[in-house]
């Protein structure tokens, strides 16, 4: 794994690189963004883990404290842990382009994330 390709992957499973508000000056969460309290990011670091995907209790439950985001989340992880940061990096690019404003995937089941991402394992 390159480490340009897990730079632009947040601990949650989303790719900051291509998020939309990445380009209106949000820093991404491996560089200091994201939320001040992000209990994913917090955990990840304290276990010196690269995401969630590599945590054996995954999917914890700071997954589901937040359901407009989990299925997105959770789909997203899936993908990462089938396919690898890189593969899913390219993935999100060809399915969602340069630049994409998430707030529309709210409240998706993971099948969804994973169908729309190429992810015929769904």
Same mark, same amino acid.
Not at 33 to 59: A, H
Not at 60 to 65: H, I, K, L, Q, V
Not at 68 to 83: D, M, N, P, Y
């Given at each position: 794994?390159?480490? +340009?390709?897990?730079?632009?992957? &947040?601990?949650?499973?989303? !790719?900051?690189?291509?998020?939309?508000?990445? +380009?209106?000056?949000?820093?991404? $969460? @491996?560089?200091?963004? %994201?939320?001040?309290?992000?209990?994913?990011?917090? $955990?990840?670091?304290?276990?010196?883990?690269?995401?969630?995907?590599?945590?054996?209790?995954?999917?914890?439950?700071? =997954? =589901?404290?937040? /359901?407009?985001?989990?299925?997105? $989340?959770? %789909?997203?992880?899936?993908?990462?842990? /089938?396919?690898?940061?890189?593969? =899913?990096?390219?993935?999100?690019? !060809?399915?969602?382009?340069? !630049?994409?404003?998430? %707030?529309?995937? @709210? =409240?998706?089941?993971?099948?969804?994330?994973?169908?729309?991402?190429?992810? +015929?394992? &769904?």
């Amino acid at each position: 794994m390159t480490d +340009s390709a897990l730079a632009g992957i &947040a601990y949650c499973g989303l !790719s900051c690189a291509v998020c939309s508000h990445s +380009s209106e000056g949000c820093k991404v $969460c @491996r560089a200091g963004g %994201g939320p001040e309290q992000c209990n994913k990011r917090d $955990c990840c670091v304290g276990k010196r883990l690269d995401g969630c995907w590599q945590c054996d209790s995954f999917p914890c439950g700071d =997954f =589901f404290a937040d /359901e407009a985001w989990t299925g997105l $989340c959770i %789909g997203c992880i899936r993908v990462i842990q /089938e396919k690898g940061v890189e593969a =899913f990096a390219g993935l999100v690019r !060809s399915q969602l382009g340069d !630049s994409f404003d998430y %707030g529309h995937l @709210r =409240f998706r089941k993971p099948e969804e994330i994973k169908k729309m991402l190429g992810d +015929s394992g &769904a």
